[in-house]
């Protein structure tokens, strides 16, 4: 028997420049390793960068706290990127296993 799990996705676009950036950052390769606090998603042919909700109802304050918590995880990697200038996106993906 398959079971579902619908996980939200807050994140912004992976841009070429940010991609270069995180390649650059040695922080960001030793925590890839150990923590993973940021993911790399895939939908509709584009990159996006971004955790997963661990709240399955999302309020409005919770998510500008979602968003400023991957903006400074970002900062940590790319320290020089405006953040000000980010769109954050929000996505359900469904999991079947």
């Known amino acids: ?12 676009l ?4 940010i991609r270069m ?6 922080e960001w390769k030793q925590d890839q390793f150990i923590s993973k606090k940021l993911v790399e998603v895939h939908l509709h042919d584009k990159n996006y960068i971004g955790h997963y909700s661990q709240d399955q ?3 409005l304050t919770k998510l500008k706290e979602e ?5 400074k995880e970002l900062a940590l990697y790319c ?14 993906q469904i999991f079947i296993s």
Request: proline share 7%.
């Open 21 to 26: 950036l995180l390649n650059e950052s040695h």
């Open 14 to 17: 992976l841009t070429p420049e």
């Open 1 to 12: 028997m398959a079971h579902m799990n619908v996980k939200l996705f807050v994140g912004t």
């Open 57 to 59: 109802q999302l309020s």
């Open 79 to 92: 320290p020089e990127y405006d953040l000000d200038s980010f769109k954050f996106y929000i996505f359900p």
């Open 67 to 71: 968003k400023d918590t991957i903006c």
